[in-house]
Every structure is written in C-alpha cells, then in structure tokens.
C-alpha cells in the first residue's frame, strides 16, 4: 500500500483507515523496540515526516526480503514415473 500511495493512486475511506492503523501499529512496535530511536524523533520540527520516512523504507525492505525469498524457494515440481 505504500508505494500505491505514493504513486497518487485513490482509495477509498476504508483503504485509509487500515493503512493509519497500520502505521499506527507500526510506530507502536518502533517505540517499544527501538526505544533510542523513537527518542531521537520525539519533539522535531519534522517528526511526523521522520516516522513516515522510516515506516516507508521499513515496508520497502520488508517487500524486498520477501521477494527474495519467494525468489530462492524452488517450486516444487512432482517427479514423473
């Protein structure tokens, strides 16, 4: 959905609801996890735009590891008698 939204795409008021909760969701794993890091954000000018920025290249990479590993896991294929 992240890069959907990015590229201008609409969507309807349910689309967006789930995609808040997402990211909600997300910054709630960051805090509790990443404790220094979310201190590092808290009370910029522009956290708001740091915690977006992170959340996207998360998704991102999150995306390409799965790819990857879709990419490396042979199908298999029934052997013929």
Known sequence: MAKALREGAAY???DIIDFLSE???FKDRVEKKF???????KGKSNEH????SLYLIATDYAEDTINKRQKQVPEKVPKVS
């Open 35 to 41: 404790k220094d890091v979310a201190n590092e954000l």
């Open 12 to 14: 309807n008021q349910k």
């Open 49 to 52: 735009d740091l915690w977006v």
């Open 23 to 25: 990211f909600s969701m």
